[in-house]
């Protein structure tokens, strides 16, 4: 008898609906849920995926790294596992990075070390509540993954990230909201409705421009203003002569609703 999968992704209506379930674990990442979201962002690329939504099952969003798993192992094997988990998560952050189709995260109860850096990757994070984070690994003797001390000190600041990052204070979703961790936030029983509402509303966008304002985004955080100007007038070039773009103004001049129906490229 198989075991059943860390992650799975489904594509429905152009949202690419990706689950961790280990709801039991609150959704810990153990080498297998790493590889699991590597394969699925892997999948979004390959399909006709407009939005990407993604969740966890159960209580919690996820708790971060799997301390059981990590505990078993101690010196060199220690150290080689981590490299495993860190290059199979990684690998997903960058692939969430580079594709067009925005990323939503529908989070939920504990969200805790790399959970939080999953949430922070999202470009729009939806969160319930009763939702709360904390970073916790330095009151592991950890430093950090996922990406956290990058994305956090964009999203609230270099010194309210350090401080998240060295006391381990945990803050609620209003909070978060408040920092600009969380885009926003719902009652915990709306939360699957409202985050779908959220990434079904961007399949109606027009994907290769998305994908181009979210990278010019963060290209603006770490670069100069100059080379960054040029790439802006190469994107908007680029964008204006896509299918997407001929469709957006001619729905604008004829005063209609765009039809962005148009497949977009995947890398």
């Not at 590889?35 to 919690?60: F, H, K």
């Not at 996820?62 to 290059?87: I, N, P, Q, Y």
């Not at 979210?214 to 964008?239: C, F, I, K, N, W």
């Amino acid at each position: 008898m198989s075991a059943l999968p860390a992650v799975t992704v489904e594509v429905l209506d152009g949202v690419a609906d990706i689950v961790m379930c280990r709801g039991a674990r609150g959704n810990a990442i153990d080498l297998d849920l790493a590889r699991g979201l590597r394969d699925a962002a892997r999948a979004c690329l390959e399909e006709n995926v407009r939005a990407v939504l993604l969740r966890g099952e159960g209580r919690s969003f996820c708790v971060g790294g799997d301390l059981r798993e990590f505990s078993a192992l101690r010196g060199a094997a220690l150290k080689d596992h981590l490299m495993e988990v860190t290059d199979a998560l990684h690998g997903a952050l960058r692939i969430f990075a580079r594709m067009d189709a925005p990323l939503v995260a529908q989070v939920q109860g504990a969200v805790a070390g790399a959970g939080v850096g999953l949430a922070a990757a999202a470009d729009l994070t939806v969160a319930a509540d009763d939702a709360t984070f904390v970073l916790a690994y330095t009151g592991i003797g950890y430093s950090p993954d996922a990406g956290v001390t990058w994305s956090l000190p964009r999203l609230v600041g270099p010194k309210r990230a350090l401080e998240l990052l060295l006391t381990n204070r945990r803050i609620s979703a209003r909070e978060a909201a408040d920092m600009g961790l969380v885009t926003s936030v719902v009652a915990a029983e709306r939360l699957p409705e409202e985050a779908r509402r959220v990434a079904t509303a961007l399949t109606l966008g027009a994907t290769r421009a998305l994908g181009a304002t979210r990278r010019l985004v963060s290209a603006a955080l770490s670069g100069d203003l100059d080379p960054h100007l040029d790439r802006e007038a190469r994107s908007l070039a680029e964008t204006a002569a896509s299918p997407e773009g001929v469709e957006g103004v001619a729905a604008f001049l004829g005063k209609r609703p765009p039809r962005f129906s148009f497949p977009h490229p995947t890398e």
